[in-house]
């Protein structure tokens, strides 16, 4: 089984491989930057094939492109995390549709797409995926949109169809504006306050290895098709997980809670519901 994972040297991307390695997949791997990808562990350990979508050439058969793969995990977003950009809506959301419909035109048969929780937009509480999507910015809104012109490719073509929507994640290689990378940053320069917002907001974290893993789980099987929340289900307030961080790490600095205001672009209490995702990791 051959396994095209696109956006292979992101954030994501590098733990996607290294999990598909794991279980001895034989991976097709690809992203615009063949130089970063060729310091990777998994470079010389799956075939690298460097594209970069904005040379996307539609008369061009990607799915022989890409030596014909089984399975598609598509990762590849572009411009985050500027979440108000009309980037997202403009160009990525054309370029990306027109590039998966190729894919799917010339022959792929199995498709998984990673969304995001901004979907839900301001919506509180407990997600589930069978909830009216409310996106409230520019990225949210392009890939709900996504996700809804890929549905309506499935009345065309017969394929299987994953959209795992992404809800918070932590660990190495994040970016470095990420809340976790701020704080060890602040550490490391021996900093003796923290400014951070009034961390009273809830979400739902999860270490990327295990947002990584349920998305090889949920691309692997055909039984749970459609939107699946790729989630913990634990709510937890944003002030509680950094607490519990400087725990772990047995690490102290004093919270200045309240410096940043709370963002405007997503509710102050949400999480995923994992009753779908379930069904497939057990």
Same mark, same amino acid.
């Given at each position: 089984?051959?396994?095209?994972?696109?956006?292979?040297?992101?954030?994501?991307?590098?733990?996607?491989?290294?999990?598909?390695?794991?279980?001895?997949?034989?991976?097709?791997?690809?992203?615009?930057?063949?130089?970063?990808a060729?310091?990777?562990?998994?470079y010389?350990?799956?075939?690298?094939?460097?594209f970069?979508?904005?040379?996307?050439?539609?008369?061009?058969?990607?799915?022989?492109?890409?030596?014909?793969?089984?399975?598609?995990?598509?990762?590849?977003?572009?411009?985050?995390?500027?979440?108000?950009?009309?980037?997202?809506?403009?160009?990525?959301?054309?370029?990306?549709?027109?590039?998966?419909?190729?894919?799917?035109?010339?022959?792929?048969?199995?498709?998984?797409?990673?969304?995001?929780?901004?979907?839900?937009?301001?919506?509180?509480?407990?997600?589930?995926?069978?909830?009216?999507?409310?996106?409230?910015?520019?990225? /949210?809104?392009?890939?709900?949109? *996504?996700?809804?012109? !890929? #549905? =309506?490719?499935?009345?065309?073509?017969?394929?299987? &169809?994953?959209?795992?929507?992404?809800?918070?994640?932590?660990?190495? /290689?994040?970016?470095?504006?990420? *809340?976790?990378?701020? !704080? #060890? =940053?602040?550490?490391?320069?021996?900093?003796?306050? &923290?400014?951070?917002?009034?961390?009273?907001?809830v979400?739902?974290?999860?270490?990327?290895?295990?947002?990584?893993?349920?998305?090889?789980?949920?691309?692997?099987?055909?039984?749970?098709?459609?939107?699946?929340?790729?989630?913990?289900?634990?709510?937890?307030?944003?002030?509680?997980?950094?607490?519990?961080?400087?725990?772990?790490?047995?690490?102290?600095?004093?919270?200045n809670?309240?410096?940043?205001?709370?963002?405007?672009?997503?509710?102050?209490?949400?999480?995923?519901?994992?009753?779908?995702?379930?069904?497939?990791?057990?």
């Open positions: 089984m051959k396994v095209l994972v696109t956006g292979a040297t992101g954030f994501i991307g590098n733990y996607v491989v290294e999990e598909l390695l794991r279980r001895r997949r034989n991976v097709i791997a690809s992203s615009s930057n063949e130089q970063k060729s310091k990777t562990e998994w010389g350990k799956i075939i690298y094939i460097p970069d979508l904005e040379n996307f050439d539609d008369s061009i058969n990607y799915y022989e492109f890409f030596d014909r793969p089984d399975i598609h995990i598509h990762l590849a977003w572009e411009g985050l995390p500027n979440y108000k950009s009309s980037f997202h809506e403009e160009i990525n959301l054309p370029r990306h549709f027109a590039f998966l419909t190729n894919l799917i035109r010339n022959g792929l048969t199995d498709l998984t797409v990673t969304g995001t929780c901004f979907e839900y937009g301001m919506q509180e509480g407990n997600l589930k995926e069978d909830m009216a999507a409310r996106p409230g910015n520019p990225y /949210g809104r392009a890939k709900d949109r *996504l996700r809804k012109e !890929l #549905e =309506k490719l499935k009345d065309q073509y017969d394929f299987s &169809f994953k959209w795992v929507r992404l809800f918070y994640m932590y660990g190495k /290689g994040q970016n470095a504006n990420s *809340l976790l990378s701020q !704080l #060890e =940053k602040a550490l490391a320069e021996g900093e003796e306050v &923290f400014n951070m917002s009034g961390g009273e907001q979400r739902d974290f999860l270490p990327v290895s295990v947002v990584a893993e349920n998305i090889v789980k949920i691309s692997l099987q055909k039984k749970v098709e459609g939107i699946i929340n790729n989630s913990s289900g634990e709510p937890v307030t944003v002030k509680s997980f950094v607490e519990s961080y400087l725990q772990k790490i047995n690490k102290r600095i004093i919270l809670l309240g410096f940043y205001p709370y963002p405007d672009y997503e509710p102050m209490a949400f999480w995923g519901d994992t009753t779908k995702l379930k069904k497939v990791l057990y």
